[in-house]
């Protein structure tokens, strides 16, 4: 079985650079996690992708607040996803919903054609959709590399029967990346409990803790 891939969510240079020396198998890039993450500026996803030899995702939400996106926000989210492709960017992290809460095609679609052969994460908007099934479904045919999610819970731990559902709904055509609270201390009983093969995690600025959290997904 393949090593469990840690993709560490970090907000500074510093913290991909402890990410990367710790054994993250990726990063995200954003700024303002306390509420929920933005677009990170343009110097920190040069400079991330100069200075590291894993991949580097990008978060593409130019503003916190609810998923939907009216058509100058989606003109702004296809800017930056194609700006972070200039940039290096190993893929891109976004997505949008209709305001009923469905996935919106029309935006995703355009994120994708923006992105190219970038792979695309849709983040953690999912996690508002109410039926989760379907829309794993319609990310699938659309063409969504992988899903960032908690299972629609508060916690990836306590929505580890949904990711474990989702994780088998999937079969493989699309990964679950089981993000929402996760730490060293719950890593590994997570991974076990829910089949996912990577976790997303905002990891602290050490290598260390970044190397507890690898070693306790990977079961050691």
């Given amino acids: 079985m393949p090593p469990i891939l840690v993709e560490a969510c970090v907000e500074t240079l510093a913290a991909a650079l402890a990410a990367a ?3 993250a198998g990726r990063v995200e890039v954003c700024i303002s996690l306390e509420v929920g993450g933005v677009t990170p500026p343009d110097e920190l ?4 992708v100069r200075r590291l030899s894993i991949p580097v995702c990008v ?3 130019p503003a916190p607040g609810a998923f939907t996106l009216s058509r100058p926000e989606l003109g702004l989210v296809v800017e930056q996803v194609r700006r972070a492709a200039d940039l290096g960017a190993a893929g891109v992290v976004a997505g949008a919903l209709t305001d009923d809460g469905a996935v919106d095609r029309v935006a995703v679609e355009a994120i ?5 052969p970038l792979p695309v994460t849709f983040h953690r908007a999912f996690d508002q959709v109410p039926d989760q099934a379907s ?4 990310l699938i045919g659309l063409g969504i590399r992988r899903v960032l999610t908690s299972g629609g819970a508060r916690t990836a731990v306590e929505g580890a029967s949904r990711l474990r559902a989702l ?3 999937a079969a493989g055509r699309i990964g679950i990346l089981a993000g929402g609270s996760v730490r060293a201390h719950n890593a590994a009983a997570l991974v076990r409990s829910t089949g996912v093969a990577e976790i997303h995690s905002r990891t602290p600025a050490d290598a260390d803790g ?4 690898v070693l306790a997904a990977n079961g050691a």
């Fill in 59 to 61: 978060l593409v939400r």
């Fill in 135 to 138: 829309a794993l479904e319609e």
């Fill in 21 to 23: 020396e710790g054994g």
């Fill in 45 to 48: 996803i040069r400079e991330s």
């Fill in 167 to 169: 994780v088998d709904h």
């Fill in 112 to 116: 994708l054609s923006a992105a190219g």
């Fill in 210 to 213: 970044v190397r507890a959290l």
